[in-house]
Nanobody, 119 residues
Framework: QVQLVESGGGLVQPGGSLRLSCAAS????????MGWYRQAPGQQRELVAT???????DYADSVKDRFSISRDNAKNTVYLQMNSLKPEDTAVYYC?????????????WGQGTQVTVSS
């Protein structure tokens, strides 16, 4: 089993910044692609950004040039730096990770962290 523990959410004014962190706790699994998704009230969960173990990243068009994803492979931790936040970025942000053990890959989700952008 792999546990994903998120931190860094909160309330921020429009134009402000937040940094989310997500640490995968495991001693035997290999953590491959990690990412962040978000879900606003009444809406479907959507991709925000992903990053491979090699560092290749991908972003939703709505956050390009404002958000930056990075990771520390030694710590199995992924970060999401969010700048120029807008009210429409308000959502619960979920960490996601693909964990491989031998030939089997399992996808895991974190519990979510609330991000609220409001004046």
């Amino acid at each position: 089993q792999v546990q994903l523990v998120e931190s860094g959410g909160g309330l921020v004014q429009p134009g402000g910044s937040l940094r989310l962190s997500c640490a995968a706790s495991t001693t035997i699994f290999s953590i491959n692609t990690m990412g962040w998704y978000r879900q606003a009230p009444g809406q479907q969960r959507e991709l925000v950004a992903t990053i491979t173990k090699g560092g290749s990243s991908d972003y939703a068009d709505s956050v390009k040039d404002r958000f930056s994803i990075s990771r520390d492979n030694a710590k199995n931790t992924v970060y999401l730096q969010m700048n120029s936040l807008k009210p429409e970025d308000t959502a619960v942000y979920y960490c996601n990770a693909d964990a491989r053990l031998w030939s089997r890959t399992t996808n895991y989700w974190g519990q979510g962290t609330q991000v609220t952008v409001s004046s």
